[in-house]
């Protein structure tokens, strides 16, 4: 970790420079995210695991903090090749509320492609479609009250967390349609023939509604086990200023091996959102590891950029046990714009 404190410290120093270096018409962006949360954990399966009474934390998933976080810091840069192509890169750092995060997490997407007239290309470490598709549906995605590895939606790097490296990506808007595909390399596989990763998704607005469709397969990736899929499907709809959203996804063995029910919804009033969530994971082994979870919330938009939140969330899982949080929160979002083009 040191090490990428001094990088990222060389990093800042030099941004001032940027715009006497780069070249015309090149764009660099710098976009920092930070929240911290204050929160108090209780119920059986927290004090099973050492995790019940208070904890200062950015994302809460697993029974564990600081998981599945918003914190993060991205640099993002462009370059035209032609009138109709650009050459694109970004490099991304997981922060939570200690820091940068650990081990493989210490990175989100780091990639290098090409971008025009018919889409995006690229390569390096991606998220995968089927986590894309919908993920800001929860309102409360990022906070320790949000669905996704909470019983309420899929999490791990096959779900709705994580990222995975030696990836491929195109997306693509056809009219209103948007299309991701993703392919990864098995770099990990002990076996004669290497089986590769791939995820796809689709999303279609038809008025008020969006329509989403989703589907990944990792059977037998990097010697994982086989029947590693997943198919979501899901539609929201908007109007005013409400908004109910829902998506269910059908889990493999290799997986979580059964199926989630995700729905929530969302009223704005002024600089407030109030919000509702229900999920259930229906166990298709037999093993009665069935699960609820419920959360409400709400929060207020102090400026454009920062925000506070308040909330509980209720987990009741038939192995895992009881669940429950409640708290408050704060994140900031800092965008730099365009370094380059600064005086």
Request: avoid cysteine; aromatic fraction near 10%.
């Amino acid at each position: 970790m040191p090490q990428y404190n001094t990088l990222l410290l060389i990093a800042l120093l030099l941004i001032p420079t940027i715009p006497v270096l780069a070249e015309e018409n090149s764009t660099l962006s710098v976009l920092l995210r930070l929240q911290t949360e204050l929160v108090n954990v209780d119920g059986s399966g927290a004090k099973a695991r050492g995790m019940d009474g208070w904890h200062i934390t950015d994302g809460w998933a697993g029974g564990n903090k600081n998981r599945m976080n918003f914190g993060a810091l991205f640099i993002h840069g462009e370059h035209p090749l032609t009138a109709n192509l650009r050459a694109i890169g970004r490099f991304g750092l997981n922060i939570n509320s200690e820091g940068l995060a650990a081990g493989d997490a210490q990175e989100r997407e780091i990639y290098v492609g090409i971008a025009g007239d018919y889409g995006q290309v690229v390569a390096g470490r991606l998220e995968t479609p089927y986590k894309l598709a919908a993920l800001g549906w929860d309102p409360l995605n990022g906070t320790a009250f949000q669905a996704r590895g909470n019983v309420g939606r899929s999490g791990g790097p096959f779900g709705h967390g994580s990222y995975i490296d030696n990836a491929i990506g195109y997306s693509h808007r056809f009219g209103t349609a948007h299309v991701r595909v993703m392919a990864a390399i098995d770099d990990g596989s002990t076996t004669t023939s290497d089986t590769p990763l791939w995820s796809t998704s689709l999303t279609i607005p038809a008025g008020p509604v969006e329509l989403m469709i989703s589907h990944i397969d990792a059977s037998k990736f990097n010697d994982g086990p086989d029947k590693r899929v997943g198919t979501k499907l899901g539609a929201r709809y908007s109007r005013d200023q409400w908004t109910v959203a829902g998506h269910y996804e059908i889990r493999g063995e290799g997986l979580e091996d059964g199926d989630f029910m995700y729905l929530n919804s969302s009223y704005r009033w002024q600089d407030w959102s109030f919000m509702a969530s229900y999920g259930r994971f229906s166990n298709s082994s037999g093993n009665g590891n069935d699960g609820d979870y419920s959360a409400v919330a709400a929060r207020y938009h102090l400026a454009r950029h920062f925000m506070v939140h308040a909330g509980l969330r209720r987990i009741d899982h038939d192995i895992g046990g009881k669940e429950n949080i409640f708290g408050a929160g704060m994140r900031i979002i800092l965008d730099s714009g365009n370094l380059i083009t600064r005086k």
